[in-house]
């Protein structure tokens, strides 16, 4: 797996990664239990914690592509950043 972020800590071991493959089966019936929709999960679109010592999966979240939808941030009136 790809690490995202290590923070190894004394308070919190958890480490960020890319979903994979086999992270969809406890995502899915995670959701379908909270009776959300579990059909569809695509594994590389979530980022999932876990903890660096037992490797348990502590939390994930959703990472949504938003394709041409998306706004384009140079029709804003602001600065970068």
């Not at 797996?1 to 480490?15: A, P």
């Not at 695509?42 to 903890?51: C, G, T």
């Not at 999966?57 to 041409?68: E, H, K, M, T, Y």
């Amino acid at each position: 797996s790809s690490n995202v972020n290590n923070n190894n800590n004394n308070n919190n071991n958890i480490i960020f990664r890319v979903g994979e493959k086999s992270d969809e089966w406890i995502i899915g019936t995670t959701l379908a239990k909270e009776l959300m929709n579990p059909l569809g999960i695509v594994s590389n679109r979530f980022i999932v914690a876990e903890d660096y010592n037992t490797n348990k999966i502590v939390g994930w979240a959703q990472i949504r592509p938003l394709g041409d939808s998306a706004p384009d941030p140079s029709t804003y009136d602001s600065r970068p950043g």
